[in-house]
């Protein structure tokens, strides 16, 4: 039997629309599960890919409790229990604390805490036979990061409730894990952060650098490698991982670096 079946399993992932949670819908539906996707942002592009994996999408602010009920309910609708659900919607925000206004640290906070708060409030309900939970933090959420500060404490904010839905629910075979990307290419929140800079193609060589197996690999992380672990950790090959935190980031966390020939 293949552990990484999810033949009859229910899924519900935030931010479908493009990077990594259109991966991860994707991916996800090739393994056989019954996809249902929310983004604020429209698919686009999405349609026909979408539509022959029938995959489900709708507008969704994570932020909204009632747009999050519509999405929950909407797949539990189908076959009356919600098996997987992927917290991926998230912001980012590159800005130094005395520059954050209010409503900058609302909106950050908002969508990456309180997104996946909400979104696990009305799942878990439907997740009486168990299921699995799965957050999209960051590398930033094992070691704060200098240049963004607020996406950092937002991020570690999701470790720590994915930790702490991990023990309150286990007693319910609920399994509650965060995978933790670095720098991802092809993403909506990467690509915006690259033109901001004003020289892409330096920026990108930089942010490849700050991570030791990226750089020796000369790219940065692709979508599918974060979807793959998304993948496993839905699947029954994980029944026994819970409360983790798996560091996607070619070994950006790990510390400082070793120093290249060329430096």
Request: charged content about 15%; glycine content about 10%; overall charge negative.
């Amino acid at each position: 039997m293949n552990a990484n079946s999810l033949s009859g399993k229910t899924a519900v992932i935030t931010g479908t629309a493009s990077g990594i949670g259109r991966a991860v819908a994707i991916m996800l539906a090739n393994n056989g599960a019954k996809v249902f996707g929310g983004d604020i942002a429209a698919a686009t592009g999405n349609n026909t890919t979408f539509a022959e994996l029938n995959i489900i999408t709708t507008n969704c602010d994570v932020t909204a409790e009632q747009d999050v009920i519509r999405l929950i309910e909407m797949a539990a609708d189908h076959s009356g229990k919600i098996d997987i659900l992927v917290n991926n919607a998230g912001v980012g925000m590159v800005k130094q604390i005395p520059d954050v206004s209010e409503e900058d640290w609302d909106f950050c906070m908002g969508v990456n805490v309180k997104g996946p708060f909400l979104c696990s409030k009305h799942a878990i309900r439907y997740m009486s036979d168990g299921g699995s939970i799965i957050n999209i933090s960051s590398n930033a959420g094992l070691l704060p990061r200098a240049h963004d500060p607020v996406y950092s404490t937002s991020k570690g904010a999701l470790i720590a409730l994915t930790r702490s839905l991990a023990l309150c629910h286990s007693p319910d075979q609920i399994r509650v894990n965060a995978v933790c990307p670095g720098p991802v290419g092809e993403t909506v929140m990467m690509d915006q952060g690259l033109q901001e800079t004003g020289d892409p193609t330096a920026a990108y060589q930089s942010t490849v650098a700050a991570s030791p197996i990226a750089r020796a690999a000369g790219r940065m992380i692709h979508v599918d490698e974060i979807a793959a672990a998304v993948l496993y950790l839905a699947g029954d090959a994980a029944l026994m991982v819970t409360g983790t935190s798996i560091a996607i980031d070619g070994g950006k966390s790990l510390g400082v670096p070793p120093v290249h020939p060329s430096d």
